[in-house]
């Protein structure tokens, strides 16, 4: 496990002793690897290519941006017939990387585990990347992680989807907490309704998460390119709607909106599920 002290990858190392994997770990904080490796009585390399010489299934667990060169530095290393997982959240130029992996005889997988380490238990949606060969592939995903639902994708679709499901949500959270920084939050909190209860646990959640995560999902050319000015415009749109004396406009626009949308989930399904999830909480 590469990248075994970080948030994921200690969910992984994890996850993986709890199933009886004999692991090898390292990572560039050596302090914090360590006190993982002594934990789960793992053992403990501080040379990424050394610790996969002899591993016959490698999982790298990095920040988007060190993805590829943590592969370019291992591909040496690698014997043929090993496995090796990649988790990133955003694939891009990475799965170039995995496809020349092939050539040499290790198989890549590339996948992405569409939660964070603090689900508490072991059933979060995966997507899978297409590479080669998808049925071995999945084998190879639901052996690691049985019971995980796992939805196969191609890396465009898949990037793109993150940056409207991930990066997006969490730019309006900061936009979010950017206005409310200056308020009485007490106060707020006091007179909130179940619509900023649930809100602000997302803002919390998405605050939680460290800067570098923040950057990596928004370095996605689909967010800068498209989706964030989409979002300009609609900032811009709503504001001249409210304003406007004309409510008629709203009215027209909302409805359009509504319907669009109804069509494309069950609104009042999540309405419900609003208040299942406040009451879970």
């Given amino acids: 496990m590469l990248g075994a002290a970080g ?26 690897c360590r006190e993982l490796a002594d934990r789960v009585h793992a053992c403990y390399e501080s040379d990424n290519c050394k610790a996969v010489k002899e591993a016959k299934v490698v999982f790298i ?6 993805t590829e060169g943590v592969i370019h530095e291992i591909e040496p290393a690698l014997q043929r017939g090993t496995i090796l997982f990649e988790i990133s959240s955003l694939k891009g130029g990475i799965i170039d990387s995995l496809s020349t992996l092939r050539q ?9 585990p569409l939660f964070g380490p603090g689900i508490r238990n072991e059933r979060g949606k995966i997507a899978h990347i297409l590479l080669g060969d998808t ?16 939805h196969t994708v191609d890396a465009e679709s898949h990037d793109r989807a993150i940056s409207l499901t991930i990066a997006l949500p969490y730019a309006l959270n900061l936009l979010l907490a950017d206005i409310l920084r200056g308020e009485d939050m007490n106060m707020i909190q006091e ?9 602000q646990v997302l803002m ?8 570098d995560l923040h950057l990596q ?53 999540m309405y419900n599920r609003m208040y299942d999830l406040l009451s879970f909480t």
């Fill in 7 to 32: 948030a994921m990858g200690s969910w992984l190392v994890e996850h993986l002793q709890r199933q009886g994997h004999v692991l090898m770990v390292s990572d560039m904080d050596r302090d914090k």
């Fill in 61 to 66: 667990s990095v920040p988007i941006s060190e």
């Fill in 104 to 112: 040499r005889g290790v198989m890549p997988v590339s996948i992405h």
């Fill in 135 to 150: 049925r071995e592939e999945r084998r190879v995903i639901a052996e690691f992680f049985p019971g995980f639902p796992v």
């Fill in 204 to 211: 919390g959640a998405v605050l939680y998460q460290s800067v």
């Fill in 191 to 199: 007179l909130a309704g179940t619509t900023f209860d649930l809100q």
């Fill in 217 to 269: 999902l928004y370095s996605s050319r689909t967010l800068r390119d498209e989706i964030l000015p989409r979002l300009a415009e609609g900032i811009e749109r709503l504001s001249e709607l409210i304003n406007s004396e004309n409510t008629a406009d709203f009215r027209e626009h909302y409805s359009r909106l509504k319907q669009d949308i109804y069509h494309k989930m069950n609104i009042d399904r």
